[in-house]
């Protein structure tokens, strides 16, 4: 059973902004914070942005100022706001929780920051 599947990326110029959202199951969603990673091309995975249950917010200070995580309870689902988005930014985007799990990791989704 897939139990966390990523959206919402796409092509978007340098500047702009993408939302991406991460639907998860009931029981991820409820007993663990959750994290957006990400793996630039050629790159290694690395740890975006985390969210505690709570709703304390944590970002990679390659991100901060620009990226916003947020949580809807109601939907099982995490999002990540992503404003002024660099070149530098281009990555398959991951959500995971945190500490990471390898079993949780899926496809991703594709964001690609190009003029």
């Known amino acids: 059973q897939v139990q966390l599947e990523e959206s919402g990326g796409g092509l978007v110029q340098p500047g702009r902004s993408l939302r991406l959202s991460c639907a998860a199951s009931?029981?991820?969603?409820?007993?663990?914070?959750m994290g957006w990673y990400r793996q630039p091309p050629g790159k290694q995975r690395e740890w975006v942005a985390s969210?505690?249950?709570?709703?304390?917010?944590n970002y990679s200070d390659s991100v901060k100022g620009r990226f916003t995580i947020s949580r809807d309870n109601a939907k099982n689902t995490v999002y990540l706001q992503m404003n002024s988005l660099k070149p530098e930014d281009t990555a398959v985007y991951y959500c995971?929780?945190?500490?990471?799990?390898?079993?949780?990791w899926g496809t991703g989704t594709l964001v690609t920051v190009s003029s």
């Open positions: 009931r029981s991820i969603f409820s007993l663990y914070a």
């Open positions: 995971n929780i945190v500490p990471e799990q390898e079993r949780y």
């Open positions: 969210i505690t249950r709570a709703g304390s917010t």
